[in-house]
């Protein structure tokens, strides 16, 4: 197996291949690919619609699952902003945050949080969303002040990430375009008190991952998870069958096999307009080599941040678009980095039209 191929096959299994079976709810997409980063939130819904059934898909379906709680939004993994699932997010932060809560709470001491400080701030915001409530951060950061505890500088956010963290808090019902959050044991209550096993979630969250993103390595998954290579190893071996290696250029990769739509690919040529942390391209440690073989420039963008968002050729980069505000409403740009034949354009204007089309729903 090559490069391109393993790129191929990337598209198909994260469904995003316009041949490859589709899923039918936004949640559903989240829970194929485990977790999705949702670093930038309007784009970010770009990253669910691609993957949806269906004519005419809209950000309107993404942010229902969002506004009811289908779909919660939390700082997890990495950790970053990523969508996530009610029934996951538990099992997962639980698996995951001990790699990376250290961190959190270093930041604290630099801060000057103590842990008196932060319990106060978690009895202000605890108190603040009681009953339903679902407050902006701004407003948390007002109710912990009124508890006496300071928020200037990064002190709230940090407090507010520790609060995520201790699956208190998760996102909550947007007002307007801005995030709110809730109560996590109100958005999502836990329906079982069954104890945690971590066994049992270091497999499953390797096989949602090998499922959803594969062929990918080791490497790739403990960039992804901030798993060791230990648990990484152990997690695959505890797979078993359902995970599958093929080795690529003399480097091992694991997958589950191809199920989407018997293994078709997208006609020639195919475009994708992916926003920059889209799962493509940010679910790997080393996501330039499969996806950029042309070597046609480097793989993050322009070093600024509109022009993040890369622009994909039949799974290969081919330059990067950002959404501006045209005369007759939102309008996509393009920076190519070579010209296109007759037969690419027109694939890009397709391509172009179904993003805006989604934006528009």
């Known amino acids: 197996m090559k490069l391109a191929e393993i790129a191929r096959l990337r598209l198909r299994v994260q469904r995003l291949a316009l041949a490859a079976e589709k899923l039918a709810k936004p ?3 989240v829970g194929w690919l485990g977790a999705v980063q949702s670093q930038e939130y309007q784009l970010a819904r770009w990253s669910l619609g691609q993957r949806l059934a269906g004519p005419g898909v809209a950000a309107s379906a993404v942010e229902r699952a ?17 969508f996530v699932l009610p029934r996951d997010i538990r099992w997962m932060m639980r698996l995951t945050a ?13 801060l000057g ?24 951060r701004p407003e948390l950061g007002a109710a912990i002040v009124r508890g006496g505890v300071a928020v200037d500088g990064q002190r709230l956010a940090f407090m507010v990430m520790a609060a995520e963290t201790s699956l208190v808090v998760a996102s909550g019902k947007p007002k307007g375009n801005v995030q709110t959050y809730a109560l996590l044991d109100e958005r999502a209550p836990e329906k079982t008190a069954a104890a945690f096993d ?20 080791v490497a790739d998954f403990t960039w992804w998870s901030t798993l060791t290579v ?6 695959i071996g505890a797979a078993g069958a359902a995970l599958e290696k093929v080795t690529v250029e003399g480097t091992d990769h694991w997958w589950a096999g191809d199920s989407t ?30 996806i950029n073989l042309n070597r046609l420039g480097p793989h993050t963008a322009l070093n600024t941040p509109s022009w993040l968002n890369g622009l994909f050729l039949d799974g290969q980069l081919i330059g990067w678009w950002r959404r501006v505000a045209g005369k007759s409403g939102p309008a996509v740009e393009t920076s190519l980095l070579r010209e296109l034949t007759t037969r690419e354009q027109s694939a890009l204007n397709k391509a172009v039209g179904r993003q805006l089309e989604f934006v528009a729903g």
Do not use: C, K
């Open 66 to 82: 969002v506004a009811s709680g289908r779909i919660l939004r939390t700082h997890i993994l990495r950790p970053t902003w990523h």
């Open 113 to 136: 949080i103590g842990p008196a400080d932060y319990a106060r701030a978690l009895d202000s915001v605890t108190a603040a969303l009681a009953g339903g409530n679902h407050l902006t």
């Open 230 to 235: 230990a648990d990484t190893r152990r997690g």
């Open 27 to 29: 949640e559903g997409v």
């Open 198 to 217: 971590r066994d049992d979630a270091l497999r499953e969250l390797v096989l949602r991952y090998f499922t959803g993103h594969g062929p990918a390595t």
């Open 98 to 110: 001990p790699r990376w809560a250290p961190v959190v709470t270093r930041r604290h001491t630099q």
């Open 261 to 290: 739509a018997g293994g078709a690919d997208d006609r020639s040529p195919t475009f994708h307009l992916l926003q920059g942390f889209d799962e493509y391209v940010v679910g790997y440690r080393s996501p330039r080599h499969p």
